[in-house]
């Protein structure tokens, strides 16, 4: 997939833990997990509001765009 999620490098910076955030945001740890692994097909705006609020950062700092290799696409 093209686009990165990099949440738990904004994690890291903050100093904060998943389960922190989860229960800040009012999501399961699951559900962030699986954003944080990239294996979601989408993030409701209200959601990444959320997180960017907690984490005090932009959309661009928890997101990345990196073109896939057409060979490999």
Known sequence: MAIIVTLDVMLARRKMRSKELAARIGI????LSLLKSGKVKGVRFQTLEQICQVLDCQPGDLLAYEPEDAENG
Do not use: S
């Open 28 to 31: 399961t740890e699951q559900n």
